[in-house]
Structures are given as structure tokens and as C-alpha cells.
């Protein structure tokens, strides 16, 4: 195990349905991530937040919702999506040093994703 | 175009068997890569890092090398065992303050009996 859990572990969902994906880090990092990973593409960051402040959000739709109430807990709320959106949503913590990545040792640690299909 | 390269995108190899995985990337400035394995269903987990002065690093019966000049990265599996069987994937750091990562398509490995 990584330290990072996600649930639900796989979701099926409706284009009109709202749900929620959890994960909570139990390694006192100070960063946490949401990534999606597409059948044959590489991973994609999402979401970035940094001592609970959002720090980049790589151009996704507003149907993506983060929350991110402490260091441990990340949230990304999910609304009227589309089938496209169907992947294995991944998330991940790391311990930031001052803002800004370690130039060695720098690591993310993932959880075991939640697969979605949007039906 | 993706910044990360991966080679061969699938393999198949016979257990006890020994491969080797191909990374080549233009991001740049680069401060260090990462090889990740992902078991199907699961979240990538780290087997190595390395910076760009080093050219080579083992992890048990995976070894990477780096060639910052030529901008390549290989992963080495030594004997292979049917537990080796999941997704390699190749993650650059780029030297830029940003957190993102710049990761490759990956390259599927089974091992068969």
C-alpha cells in the first residue's frame, strides 16, 4: 500500500448524475493531486492543490469539480459528464519543500485510482 | 506531440526471461525520471528515480540506465517472473519549479509461463 486510498473503487454513472471521488492521504504530505488516465494515453494531471490551495488546473471542463478541505482529504465532484469521460481517475500526494518540487527524491505517491464509466 | 516516448507500446515475453523497455523524451530543461510499474487496476508505484548525472540504477532485478545526452532511458528485467506483468511507464521531471510530471503512453508487459 501507498499511503493513499481512493473510493469509490469503480463507478458507473449516468450523463445527469452527480457523484463524488474521495481520497485521503495518510503520509502527512503537503500536496495532493487528481490525474486521468485515458485506455493508451499517458496520464494527465487534472488538479494540483498545495497546502489546500488550488495551484493549477490544466484546462478541464467545469463538469470537474475539486475540493480539497485539508492536506489529507481531496474531493472531485462530478457533473452531467459525458461517455469520453470514462477512464481510471488517479490520485496522488507528495511533499512539497518550499513550493516548489526537491530536485532529487521527488516522488508522488498514488493511489489505486477509481474507475469510471459514464453510461 | 508527447514530450515522453515509450518503446515498444507491448511485449510479450516468455517467464525467466530477460527485456528491455525503451524512454525517450525531449522535455528539457530535465532534473530527474522516474520509472513507474502499474498493476492493472491499480495506481503507478515508483521502481526508480534518477537525476541526470547518474547513468545508472538498479532496484533488484530492474535496472535503469539514463543517457542525458541522448536524451534515452531503458529499464532492464532480469529474469522475469509472472508478477512483472503490468505497465511500465517512464515520468520526466522537468527542472521548471512546476509540479507536473511529463509521463510516457507506457509500454505493457506480459510474461507468460
Known amino acids: 500500500e501507498t499511503g493513499v486510498t481512493q473510493t469509490p473503487r469503480h463507478l458507473v454513472m449516468g450523463m445527469t448524475n452527480k457523484k463524488s471521488l474521495k481520497c485521503e492521504q495518510h503520509l502527512g504530505h503537503n500536496a495532493m493531486y487528481w490525474y486521468k488516465q485515458s485506455a493508451k494515453k499517458p496520464l494527465e494531471l487534472m488538479f494540483v492543490y498545495n497546502f489546500k490551495e488550488q495551484t493549477e488546473n490544466n484546462s478541464v471542463p467545469s463538469r470537474f469539480s475539486p475540493e480539497c478541505p485539508n492536506s489529507s482529504h481531496l474531493f472531485l465532484h462530478l457533473h452531467t459528464l459525458q461517455p469520453e469521460d470514462s477512464a481510471l481517475y488517479l490520485c496522488?500526494?507528495?511533499?512539497?519543500?518550499?513550493?516548489?518540487?526537491?530536485?532529487?527524491?521527488?516522488?508522488?505517491?498514488f493511489g489505486p485510482g477509481t474507475r469510471l464509466t459514464v453510461t | 506531440k508527447n514530450q515522453v516516448e515509450q518503446s515498444p507500446q507491448s511485449l510479450i515475453i516468455l517467464e525467466g526471461k530477460n527485456c528491455t523497455l525503451q524512454c525517450n523524451y525531449t522535455v528539457s530543461p530535465f532534473s530527474n525520471l522516474r520509472w513507474y510499474k502499474q498493476d492493472t487496476g491499480r495506481g503507478p508505484v515508483s521502481l526508480t528515480i534518477?537525476?541526470?548525472?547518474?547513468n545508472t540504477k538498479s532496484n533488484g532485478r530492474y535496472t535503469a540506465t539514463l543517457d542525458a545526452d541522448t536524451k534515452q532511458s531503458s529499464l532492464h528485467i532480469t529474469a522475469s517472473q509472472l508478477s512483472d506483468s503490468a505497465s511500465y511507464i517512464c515520468?520526466?521531471?522537468?527542472?521548471?519549479?512546476?509540479?507536473?510530471?511529463?509521463f510516457g503512453s507506457g509500454t505493457r508487459l506480459q510474461v507468460q509461463p
Open positions: 515520468v520526466v521531471i522537468p527542472d521548471t519549479g512546476r509540479r507536473a510530471l511529463t
Open positions: 496522488a500526494s507528495s511533499q512539497d519543500v518550499g513550493g516548489r518540487p526537491r530536485r532529487e527524491g521527488y516522488e508522488q505517491y
Open positions: 534518477m537525476t541526470f548525472s547518474e
